[in-house]
């Protein structure tokens, strides 16, 4: 079954406490990216990747690192957790082929509580 | 920059009307437009992908249009049943190879039986 996989699905840390939320696809996808989504604010980008080694920012990539040394795994990093990085933080992917047709898959969310 | 709107935030109708979602985007110089489905809490499920050289596209008993030069794009929901409740998402993919997308703020959709 083609899909992205994410975990945590829920977390609950202390600010300042590193942290990592790995995010996984079996689809061959090209791309993938984080976003977070936050009420008022609706979902916005946080680092794409446009292949392997391949990384950007998107909109919001303040206190956020990534990486990707693989082509199925985008892991988003927080180095030093605040609590405005709490938020509902969703990993996608799509394809890449030029066509026009690439859906981005989501995964299923990391709801993530910053003390 | 690219802003996407979409009216109305929120609709409650009752099982069976047909139902049309709005999404405006200000920018026409877009590659594709999806509306996505997402349930509270969940992630969010793609529904239909228009490609910047489509007119529609059609799902069951979704259809979605889209109108670049007058930048929008409709959501028309046939005989809305109660599991269609949910929030749904249209968002516009940029030109220029990073696909970044913008996403307006949904639409909050109630059927009640």
């Known amino acids: 079954e083609a899909q992205v996989t994410q975990n945590p699905r829920y977390l609950i840390t202390v600010t300042g406490k590193k942290l990592t939320v790995t995010c996984s696809q079996n689809m061959n996808h090209e791309y993938m990216s984080w976003y977070r989504q936050d009420p008022g604010l609706g979902l916005r980008q946080i680092y794409y990747?446009?292949?392997?080694?391949?990384?950007d920012k998107g909109d919001v990539p303040e206190g956020y690192k990534v990486s990707r040394k693989e082509k199925r795994n985008f892991p988003l990093i927080l180095e030093s957790p605040s609590p405005n990085q709490t938020s509902l933080y969703f990993c996608?992917?799509?394809?890449?082929?030029?066509?026009?047709?690439?859906?981005?898959?989501f995964g299923p969310g990391t709801r993530l509580l910053v003390l | 920059k690219q802003e996407v709107t979409q009216i109305p935030a929120a609709l409650s109708v009752p099982e069976g009307e047909n139902l049309v979602l709005n999404c405006s985007f200000t920018d026409s110089a877009i590659y594709n437009l999806q509306w996505f489905r997402q349930d509270p809490g969940k992630g969010l499920t793609s529904l239909l992908l228009?490609?910047?050289?489509?007119r529609e596209q059609t799902s069951g008993r979704l259809n979605a249009s889209l109108d670049k030069s007058s930048g929008r794009s409709t959501l028309y929901i046939a005989a809305s049943q109660p599991g269609d409740s949910a929030t749904y998402l249209c968002a516009v993919y940029a030109l220029g190879g990073s696909y970044i997308p913008t996403f307006g703020r949904g639409t909050s959709l109630i059927v009640h039986p």
């Open positions: 996608a992917s799509r394809q890449t082929s030029g066509t026009g047709q690439e859906t981005q898959y």
């Open positions: 228009i490609q910047s050289s489509q």
């Open positions: 990747s446009m292949n392997v080694e391949v990384t």
